[in-house]
């Protein structure tokens, strides 16, 4: 049973225009959630973080709301770029818990258009 | 660059076999993360080390297996090797085992891709 869930496989979106990638979860003992992008033949870089103490963190044209009463969280991307055009990873974890690793969902791919 | 390296980036193998494959982690992380990337699932999760003793298991085959070394490096070794084994294969490594004090980001090496033919 996926414990995250990226619904949409893919979105276009035109440059300049915000960029909405959305992520649901099912184990509301998740309580720290991270966005990852990943470029064909490299791995998954980083992008940003969200603990389930804030609804919303930004680093500059990256937001990330979550909504722990509907068990879902969103990137915003705002402007979009054409250099945005990548696979997007939705991951949660446990925060300080017994075990490190991320459980993923299958990424979105967006392909922003000049 | 993400400071973690993986070697080789590309294998190409035939079933039956087994391979290993390597991972340093960024300088000063102790922790060691292997992720499986097939077709058509996400990330999976497969075994985590913290200086050099396993930390958590994910959905690893008995036919695979990991170990760190004193050095912290990793190596993943896959044996008997089946045409699903076919996949990226991602190490990853963090600072801590968990996130004991503040974010515990784990940076992504660029993956081997594993062929089995």
């Known amino acids: 049973d996926q414990q995250v869930k990226q619904n949409s496989p893919s979105l276009s979106v035109q440059e300049g225009r915000i960029s909405i990638l959305n992520c649901d979860y099912t184990n509301s003992m998740f309580d720290y959630f991270l966005w990852y992008k990943k470029y064909p033949a490299e791995g998954p870089t980083f992008l940003i973080s969200?603990?389930?103490?804030?609804d919303k963190n930004e680093d500059g044209r990256f937001t990330v709301f979550l909504n722990k009463s509907a068990k879902h969280l969103s990137l915003h991307i705002v402007p979009s770029q054409p250099g945005d055009s990548a696979v997007y990873f939705c991951?949660?974890?446990?925060?300080?818990?017994?075990?490190?690793?991320?459980?993923f969902g299958k990424g979105t791919k967006l392909s922003v258009k000049p | 660059d993400s400071g973690v390296t993986q070697t080789p980036k590309h294998l190409i193998t035939a079933t039956g076999q087994r391979v290993t494959l390597r991972c340093s982690p960024r300088?000063?992380?102790?922790?060691v993360y292997w992720y499986q990337q097939s077709l058509d699932q996400g990330l999976q999760f497969l075994i985590q080390?913290?200086?050099?003793?396993?930390?958590a298991k994910g959905n690893i085959l008995e036919r695979f297996s990991a170990q760190q070394f004193p050095d912290l490096h990793s190596e993943l070794n896959l044996s008997s090797l089946e045409l699903g084994d076919s996949a990226l294969y991602f190490c990853?490594?963090?600072?801590?085992?968990?996130?004991?004090?503040?974010?515990?980001?784990?940076?992504f090496g660029p993956g081997t891709r594993l062929t089995v033919l």
């Open positions: 990853a490594s963090s600072v801590a085992w968990a996130s004991l004090s503040g974010t515990d980001t784990q940076y």
């Open positions: 300088s000063g992380d102790l922790s």
């Open positions: 080390y913290y200086n050099g003793e396993e930390r």
């Open positions: 969200i603990s389930s103490i804030k």
């Open positions: 991951a949660a974890t446990v925060y300080g818990g017994s075990q490190g690793n991320l459980i």
